[in-house]
């Protein structure tokens, strides 16, 4: 059975993304803060692990990820101070990528933005600029490590709306300035349940938004 590690297990895509993992017979477990969490994450199928990965070394992160198959990144500092938004999405990010090196994990899935690359081209003085940093630096970080088959999710602005299994896989930079690229949260964790055994997404950065084609012919080139 594969085991899945769910970092950021009490988000509103991990929530969505851990029943669909485990329907499709995986072992899940859910990384979480709040041990007030632990109830809502186990009624998604996933085992609760309650534990910090921002303070964490990356030795002490190895030995939570010992015997996982595959690590799903969807944490991320909710747009706090730059400070956290550094800890968490740059940070502990990496410390992540290092650790699951470090455990022999194989299979590493980064949930990340339509947009992210060194180039954002977001203003200092832009609210958004750390993340961008952030996210930027992390996703950077995670296609240096040829010893993970790693797998980057860049979907653009997020809804709640209805999954559809539907998505435009348009590159942002090939994107009409109007197009907002909303993508509900529900069709990123379709995307992430789907990319965690599928061989021909490994070292790809997929960039999407809600659309018209079919997750697995936009998986399948």
Do not use: C
Not at 132 to 138: D, G, I, L, M, S
Not at 153 to 181: F, K, Q
Not at 186 to 214: C, W, Y
Request: proline share 6%.
């Amino acid at each position: 059975m594969t085991k899945v590690l769910i970092i950021g297990g009490h988000g509103k895509i991990a929530l969505l993304m851990a029943p669909l993992l485990s329907a499709a017979g995986m072992e899940v477990t859910s990384v979480i803060r709040n041990a007030a969490q632990i109830d809502a994450v186990a009624a998604t199928g996933a085992t609760p692990l309650v534990h910090d990965v921002v303070s964490s070394s990356v030795a002490e992160l190895a030995d939570l990820f010992a015997g996982q198959d595959a690590i799903i990144w969807s944490a991320g500092a909710g747009g706090g101070s730059p400070e956290r938004t550094y800890a968490v999405d740059r940070d502990a990010a990496i410390a992540s990528m290092d650790a699951a090196v470090q455990a022999g994990v194989p299979r590493y899935i980064m949930v990340s933005y339509l947009g992210a690359r060194t180039d954002h081209g977001v203003p200092p003085d832009n609210s958004f600029f750390a993340y961008a940093e952030a996210k930027a630096a992390a996703d950077a970080h995670l296609r240096t490590l040829s010893a993970l088959a790693w797998t980057i999710l860049a979907p653009g602005p997020l809804t709640l709306d209805e999954p559809t299994g539907l998505i435009d896989p348009t590159p942002a930079v090939d994107r009409d300035p109007s197009d907002a690229g909303k993508t509900s949260r529900a069709n990123v964790a379709l995307m992430a349940a789907a990319v965690v055994q599928h061989p021909k997404t490994i070292m790809r950065t997929i960039e999407f938004s809600d659309g018209q084609t079919s997750i697995a012919q936009v998986l399948t080139p």
